[in-house]
């Protein structure tokens, strides 16, 4: 196709729609992109995240330029930074014209963390997610935490001879925040919540320790979300929360749950 062609390729997108339904959410899914994320020790940690980049379609357009997405993910160098990723939901939603827009962004994320008595260091992972909106002409911002601790049953061991069941537990905390909050942070308030909190590498004497100090802290699923949701009420950075512990009980074939959905404006 010769240069001068290109002009007079039609842009189907831009094109009106008949049908007067506005579309809430539209774009790109699971795309990986570098991203950079400061440490709390002051190092910065590079690993791989999954966007979402979604904006909200009016109803008199066909279709969005999906191309674009990718054009703004790429434009913020090799790798996004917490800064660049609140700036890219502004330019995305501005290149977009739209009014509303949608940014996540799911990785792992490594801490370096010493065995109790051992002090043997190894690294546990936790799943973080970044969310940042604008809905009605407001930017928020969410940062979601998967922690994975230890909880033992208080039932159990109230009615047992000898032992009492426990389970791995994952605790996931979604706090919108109107002020810098550390991943490490919200890691914290939650392991201090479980009954132990989990290590990568153990030797015995810290298999021994996490055992007896889990048998200490017996934890209904109740007990982990609403000890975690009377910390971050505490905590006037975050602005609206939502705590869920799903135990995955080592006596059953289901898992147990529940959820404190919280918004301190509503208090």
């Not at 810098?180 to 919540?193: A, P, S």
């Not at 971050?232 to 609206?240: H, S, Y």
């Amino acid at each position: 196709m010769k240069a001068k062609d290109l002009h007079h390729i039609p842009d189907v997108q831009s094109l009106p729609d008949s049908r007067k339904l506005a579309i809430d959410q539209v774009g790109i899914k699971a795309i990986r992109h570098p991203v950079r994320i400061m440490e709390r020790s002051g190092n910065a940690q590079h690993t791989i995240a999954l966007f979402n980049m979604y904006v909200g379609l009016p109803h008199h357009f066909k279709g969005t330029h999906m191309s674009r997405f990718v054009e703004i993910l790429n434009a913020h160098e090799r790798e996004i930074t917490v800064e660049s990723f609140q700036l890219m939901l502004r330019e995305m939603v501005e290149r977009l014209e739209a009014e509303e827009g949608h940014v996540e962004m799911t990785f792992p994320y490594f801490i370096e963390k010493a065995a109790p008595v051992s002090g043997v260091k190894s690294l546990m992972d936790y799943e973080i997610t970044f969310v940042s909106e604008i809905r009605k002409g407001v930017q928020s911002f969410t940062m979601k935490v998967l922690v994975p601790v230890t909880s033992l049953c208080p039932c159990s061991k109230k009615i047992s001879e000898r032992g009492a069941h426990n389970q791995r537990s994952h605790v996931t905390v979604s706090a919108r925040t109107n002020d810098f909050v550390w991943i490490e942070e919200i890691v914290d308030i939650v392991e201090k919540q479980g009954s132990s909190e989990l290590y990568g590498l153990l030797k015995r004497p810290d298999e021994k320790y996490v055992t007896e100090q889990a048998y200490d802290n017996p934890k209904f699923v109740e007990d982990m979300v609403r000890d975690v949701a009377a910390v971050l009420n505490l905590d006037a950075r975050i602005e609206a929360y939502t705590v869920e512990s799903e135990n995955f009980e080592s006596i059953h074939n289901h898992s147990a749950y529940a959820l404190i959905q919280r918004d301190k404006k509503d208090r």
